[in-house]
């Protein structure tokens, strides 16, 4: 069975310092990978997916991630942050069954200092 | 478009009752994903229904269950509720003909048991 490990509980950067989540899967075939981001109270919001095809990834709100096979890694990153971008972000992977069921790793919440 | 649309939003029930939490997907969507956050568990997959029919099935008990409406809509009831069940449940849709699409998600029910 397929899962996901984010190795950072909570991160805190300065606004406008780069930045840079982790997030490592274990899965036999080729992964689905998504990184999905949720504000206090909401439900989660999709920022970039990756199926196939070009490893490096764009998404909404300025963000990246870079799929690595051999890491077994798909570390979103975004150069710039903002204060908005403080939340929890979670990183999730489908497995190529037929159907939706997405493992979600832990969740790194994302703390911006002025 | 309007979005995935969860109601209640929050809900308080007691020990040993029954809830039904709704979910309207995205116009368009026939799949409907159901999930279980808890601060100790994190995002847990419950189940997933396609067109009326329960497809994939998460890891949880019997008192757990859910439907598909033909309009897409889905309700998920848990009976005999117990402390542990309260957690934030989230609904998600996606059109879902292929495996993997990514998934758009309500802001969640809160259900608290006293």
């Known amino acids: 069975a397929q899962s996901v490990t984010q190795p950072d509980i909570h991160i805190t950067v300065s606004e406008g310092a780069s930045l840079e989540l982790r997030c490592n899967y274990s899965y036999g075939a080729t992964p689905y990978l998504f990184w999905y981001v949720q504000s206090p109270g909401q439900g989660l919001q999709l920022l970039l997916k990756?199926?196939?095809?070009?490893?490096l990834v764009q998404g909404i709100k300025g963000f990246e991630a870079e799929f690595k096979r051999s890491q077994s890694s798909f570390n979103l990153r975004k150069p710039s942050v903002h204060w908005s971008d403080a939340a929890e972000y979670f990183c999730a992977v489908g497995d190529d069954n037929y159907g939706q069921n997405f493992v979600f790793g832990p969740g790194t919440r994302l703390s911006v200092l002025p | 478009k309007a979005g995935v649309t969860q109601t209640p939003r929050y809900l308080i029930k007691t020990r040993g009752q029954q809830v039904t939490l709704s979910c309207s997907p995205i116009s368009g969507h026939r799949s409907v994903s159901w999930y279980q956050q808890t601060p100790g568990q994190g995002l847990q997959f419950l189940f997933e229904?396609?067109?009326?029919?329960?497809?994939n099935k998460g890891n949880f008990p019997g008192r757990f269950s859910g439907r598909q409406f033909s309009n897409s809509r889905s309700e998920m009831n848990v009976s005999t509720l117990e402390l542990g069940d309260s957690a934030l449940y989230l609904c998600?849709?996606?059109?879902?003909?292929?495996?993997?699409?990514?998934?758009?998600f309500g802001d969640g029910t809160r259900l608290s048991i006293l």
């Open positions: 998600a849709s996606s059109p879902g003909g292929t495996a993997n699409q990514p998934q758009h």
């Open positions: 990756y199926f196939s095809g070009d490893t």
């Open positions: 229904y396609f067109s009326e029919t329960q497809r």
